[in-house]
């Protein structure tokens, strides 16, 4: 295969691609390891993640980055290609959307056994389970989930700041360490149109409808195989879904709405949790009964509520919850729904709420944080909602 052309290529791609701002995970990642998977939903950065790693070192001459789906990529084996940069001199290859490539799990364990020396990256839709392909890749991959936008990350991008993360602990303990200005006003813009590094678009409402309708009918359809048929039923219950959130489900009546049956509801929900629609939580009630079904739906960030749902009738509960769930759900803890409260981390158990929100209904219990909503300094165990937007 002619290697300069997939280097023409990237000198294009290249040089159309900013290396300002980066994402958070841009210098957590262990760039030397062998094989790393990193996945996420759509619209989050990973091409751009790893075309931005690319564009710095690449006067070594020993990177490449190539895409999937290109016309060029279909008319040879990964391995082929892998195989030719390395022969060049390569020593890192970076794939993109590795997930539109046929058999892809095979061929990226073909290049992990037979070149040994060559570092691969490559990125897939979190609607795909990357890590589980007949190859079995789970024991040879290092993966990396990137998320959206913090609200840290969010003002960083904005304001062009260099704002530290926080540590749950020291947020939780009231000693946030920094001072924001008009950290309300920016918290409200982010809420509605943040979450997603292209958030700055002029046409960020359509891109975010494009985003939705391309996981339910491209995504979706192709990654799992559904019908037609199907993809409507899902987009009904994704409606049904974004009118109620946060919402204790009813298997049986949202089988009735949508014309799923139970059995099936279950699995459906699921896809649209993988597809970055959705997030579910368990009761934290133990045994039988917190494994039944889910307690709580959520959207799966606050971006959605104002683009699934009119924003007059977005219900600002909702979204303060929402936003409070798509911070902490990146620690990689096990968060789940408490008899009384909004959510259970570890021991402690957190209400989220307006700046009116009291402490007498919690007072019998041993730690509880009020996460409040327009309130801008922490008292006591009172810590200002915004203020969770720092832990990644």
């Known amino acids: 295969m002619n290697i300069q052309v997939l280097l023409d290529s990237q000198e294009r791609i290249l040089n159309g691609t900013s290396m300002e701002p980066k994402r958070y995970l841009f210098d957590s990642i262990d760039w030397e390891q062998q094989l790393i998977a990193i996945t996420g939903q759509r619209g989050t950065g990973k091409t751009t993640l790893l075309i931005q790693r690319v564009k710095a070192n690449r ?28 022969n060049n001199g390569g020593e890192y290859l970076y794939i993109d ?26 990125t897939g839709s979190s609607i795909l389970d990357i890590l589980k392909g007949y190859g079995d890749l789970s024991r040879r991959a290092v993966p990396y989930i990137l998320h959206g936008l913090s609200f840290r990350e969010y003002l960083n991008f904005e304001l062009e ?6 540590d749950l602990e020291t947020i939780s303990a009231g000693r946030f360490p920094l001072t924001i200005e008009q950290p309300l006003y920016h918290f409200n813009n982010y809420l509605k149109k943040g979450f997603y590094p292209f958030y700055q678009e002029k046409s960020f409402e359509i891109k975010m409808i494009n985003v939705v309708n391309a996981i339910m009918e491209v995504d979706l359809v192709h990654y799992l195989d559904l019908k037609p048929s199907t993809i409507m039923k899902l987009k009904k219950l994704l409606r049904i879904i974004a009118e109620s959130v946060p919402f204790k489900p009813n298997i049986s009546k949202l ?42 739906v959520y959207l799966d960030n606050t971006n959605l509520n104002f683009t699934l749902v009119e924003p007059h009738k977005s219900d600002i509960g909702n979204v303060r919850e929402t936003f409070f769930m798509s911070q902490l759900r990146t620690l990689g803890k096990e968060i789940s729904i408490p008899p009384k409260g909004d959510f259970l981390l570890g021991d402690t158990v957190y209400e989220v709420g307006g700046k009116n929100k009291k402490m007498a209904n919690y007072k019998n219990m041993e730690r509880v944080i009020l996460a409040k909503d327009d309130i801008i300094v922490a008292y006591q165990n009172q810590i200002p909602l915004y203020q969770f937007g720092f832990l990644y």
């Open 161 to 166: 700041l260099d704002l530290p993360v926080v």
């Open 255 to 296: 089988a009735e709405k949508t014309n799923i049956s139970r059995n099936l509801l279950v699995e459906y929900l699921n896809y649209l949790e993988r597809a970055g629609l959705i997030s579910q939580f368990a009761s934290s009630a133990k045994g039988i009964q917190g494994l039944a079904k889910p307690e709580k």
């Open 97 to 122: 959307e590795i997930h539109k490539y046929e058999k892809w799990s095979g061929e990226v364990k073909h290049i992990y056994d037979s070149i040994p020396k060559l570092k691969v990256v490559f």
């Open 59 to 86: 006067d070594s001459g020993k990177y490449l980055y190539i895409s999937a789906d290109s016309l060029y990529i279909y008319g040879f084996k990964l391995i082929e290609v892998a195989l030719a940069h390395y």
